[in-house]
């Protein structure tokens, strides 16, 4: 989720752990992060979504964030074990970086040989701990304007997708950045706000009652959450950057 002001996520939360050993097979695990300012909570748990007592305290906790990246995990590589619970968080140039992926890269095996290093064992946090790597070996200490650093994280992003599924986010609390091997889905809610239906869970919201006329929120899932909103599906291939609950018009 991005958004352009704090928000709780508290509704597609609960349809999204659903699917994490309920209505999918995704029960290997499950995380979520929410950065404040700077800072970022970080929830995960080697159980099931659907069963975690930790993620009935997300779906009861109103936490408020302009940016969250949540994981359901069905495991490819990897023992189900806590370290190989996503999202992944690292440093960067001064600011938290958060990381997930949906798919399985087994053939990719880049020399890791910086100070990035996986703490698990899957793909997953092998990628991340590459992305970063070539980043700080691109730019060094000085974090690029957007445009580069999203040509840069587009270019590596299509690099790891060759070796198999790279649906990712990522995101370092003031941009939201997402590739699509496979299927991803996003959604714009802003004013004039509606009522949705959630579409694993019999739960409706009505959004105008909860928000203000100049909210806008992007949420970016791999398959809709919701039976009633206008989902729009990225291509094979596209890359985006998501700021304030939009997506910007040069990401490709």
């Known amino acids: 989720m991005n958004c352009n002001t704090p928000t709780d996520i508290v509704f597609s939360f609960t349809g999204f752990a659903t699917r994490g050993g309920g209505t999918a097979d995704h029960h290997d695990g499950w995380g979520i992060a929410f950065f404040e300012g700077v800072g970022v909570r970080l929830f995960v748990d080697h159980e099931p979504a659907v069963a975690s007592p930790v993620a009935a305290l997300i779906k009861s906790y109103p936490i408020k964030s302009k940016n969250v990246i949540a994981h359901i995990r069905k495991a490819t590589q990897g023992e189900v074990a806590l370290e190989n619970c996503h999202p992944f968080v690292r440093e960067l140039w001064g600011r938290y970086w958060v ?12 020399e890791l040989d910086g100070p990035y290093r996986p703490v698990g064992n899957t793909d997953s946090e092998r990628a991340f701990c ?3 790597q070539q980043l700080r070996q691109r730019f ?3 974090r690029p304007t957007l445009l580069v650093l999203t040509q840069a994280l587009q270019e590596l992003a299509a690099q790891i997708a060759v070796h198999g599924t790279f649906n990712m986010m990522l995101s370092d609390g003031s941009a939201l950045f997402v590739h699509c ?5 996003y959604v714009i809610r802003q004013y004039p706000f509606s009522t949705a239906q959630l579409s694993d869970q019999d739960m409706i919201v009505d959004f105008s009652q909860v928000t203000d006329r100049s909210d806008r929120v992007a949420v970016i899932v791999t398959a809709p959450l919701t039976q009633n909103e206008n989902w729009i599906a990225l291509q ?11 997506p910007l018009p040069h990401a490709a």
């Open 99 to 110: 990381f997930a992926h949906n798919g399985d890269v087994p053939a990719f095996q880049p």
């Open 130 to 132: 590459y992305l970063l």
């Open 140 to 142: 060094g200490d000085q």
């Open 181 to 185: 091997s496979t299927q991803l889905h």
């Open 236 to 246: 094979p291939g596209q890359f985006m950057v998501f700021i304030d609950g939009c």
